[in-house]
């Protein structure tokens, strides 16, 4: 049945226009290389649009004359590429390789204009790639005023995104687990989707957002998935093919059990001789057909994965053998601190779920090889749009981590809220963990901590993982505004101190070009709007202060305030007539502020100092408590809840005015006002649900007399 939309894939944050400045332009692009085959290809096909030129000179061409002189008007050279126009010359031994002692490094760039030149220069291929997508960031501006040299290098050298696709339909979970795009664009129904032309569109999207990796596969690994490893490795291939021109690596998640699983060994215990020799030559297979494959993804012992612990090894004894049989050939692997006992008695208070992580994983600080990756998610639970950053980022020094943030909107509104999460994780990297002026969260997970980082191999980092939100949706991503959460991801994984609402802006620019007529500046301002506030208006709207989980269970959309209170998953608000919230101190309650280093641990003890904002995280409180916001708890949740629904209000007015205007393609905006109808709806449904809950349990009237059911 016709949707009475368009068929083509919107062209997300690299629409043609984007390349219009580069594309109108002369270019020569110095140097030799598969990904600077991409450079020169992309400025070509802009140019092919826009009437520029480009001139590809390999470095082995270094001898012909003039070619290299011009003139031109913008140069991507690779260090050691040979002769260069006279002024790009100049720029380059003032910029380029040997200006610095350890250089620009794998995937770094300099940029500088000067005489009415732009200059790119890299050491490697990958840094032209990454330069010629900033190029494209700066539009006009690249060919404008004199720009200053200067150099840009990822924070972060491994910045993935994990795809929770999966190979079989999985009865519950579907072709996407928590995928909120439609299906996937790697996998469908036990087979490969054989869409190349999308899965090459997307490598260039990562890439142009600053991503260098991704797993095809969801963690939890069943049926075909496990075989992805062994018979069924060329559809792995496949897609490392396409993505590998946009310097994109492609990673696995595998199934711990696989060689028990796959009927091959009667155990997978890690220890066994056997069971290593059969991961070893799993992993050699692997690199004889993925040469730059970059490695293993594991969830073990995790909500029913299996894992070493069922043969009473650690995880560390897990991860290192398949670090070990990754290690001749350079790989990784990604072993997920997501660790919790999921059969949990609800009757069982000393049991905390949010203290699971570093009670498994931080007594093994120290005991994993040098290619593992500890990913451990942002928060303590589980993505909740309020939480605590995870102590073990702050407490396992001898270990590489990463941290994981989830796109895929699972507890934020499953892409039919608008919810933009990069002020969300901006908030995370930046945190310091021993407080103001020490090491934030971005420093430790790039290495580049100082003394708090120990000396066992975690001075490499872990990088950031951000779980895929994207589908096959002709959006990519469900909802159009929610692509800006993966292009914010990538962004701040190569520069966490960007603004996050920077960032923002930047994502509109390229995305969203303004009809000749219309009003740019009431589009950029009306899509700012919309976006930069949305994560706390959702937090608003949904569980207050903190608490988190008053999800429907299962599917985890809408209001189900005591959904989970009786339920074996750990993630109770205990709410009663008197109060709510849970008790995390280590006076009275499960300890788990006592996990943080100082200031932390203290501040979160006490309710003088504990943040408004995860009051209820830490603490049980009367519902009269007052807030250092000055208002009680239980005025906060009403005033919050109303005020969350007013702002969704306001958002479906200034994109109805957007549409008056027609500012955007009408495809588009048809389907960013049915979202923003749920979203309205389930606002109020939240607000109704969780105002009411409170009023009858606490018994106190609302102070401004609203209503309330
Ligand atoms: C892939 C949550 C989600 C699961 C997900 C899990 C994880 O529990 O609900 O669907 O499984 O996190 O991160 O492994």
Redesign the pocket.
Known sequence: MSTGEPTRTHPAWLPVEAFRAIGSRRTLVRGTGALVDTVRDEVAGACARFGGTVTHLPAEQRQRTGEHDGPYDLVFALGTAGPLPAGAAALAAEIGPGSEPDGLGPEGFAVARRDGVSVVLADEPAGLLHGLFHVVRLGAAAFGADIAVRRHRPAMRLRLVSH?DNVDVHPV?GQV??GYAGGSIFWRDGAPRRDPDRVRDYARLLAACGMNALTVN???VHGTATRLLTDRLDDVAAIADLVRPYGIRVHLSVNFAAPFVLGELPSADPLDDDVRAWWCKAAAQVYERIPDFGGFMV?AD??G?PGPARYGRSHADGANMLADALAPFGGIVHW?A?VYNHRQDWRDRSTDRARAAYDHFTPLDGRFRENVVLQV?HGPM??QVREPVSPVLAAMPNTRLAV?F?ATQ?YTGQQRHVCYLGPCWSEVLRFAPWGPGGPTVASVVAGSAGDGAGDGGASAGGGLVV?SNVGDDRYWTGHPFAQANLYVAGRLAWAPDLDPLAVLDEWIELTFTPSATGDPELLRGTLHALLDDSWRTYERYTAPLGVGFMVAPGD?YGPDVDGYEYSRWGTYHFADRYGVGVDRTRATGTGFTGQYPQPWADRYEFLETCPDELLLFFHHVPYQHVLHSGSTVIQHVYDTRFAGVEQVVEMVRRWQRIGTAGLVDPALHARVTERLAEQLRSAEEWRDKVNTYFLRKSGVPDAHGRRIY
């Open positions: 929770w979970m687990e928590r969801n963690v939890n969830k995790s909500e994965q997920r997501f998610k589980d993505f994981e989830q699972e779980v985890h």
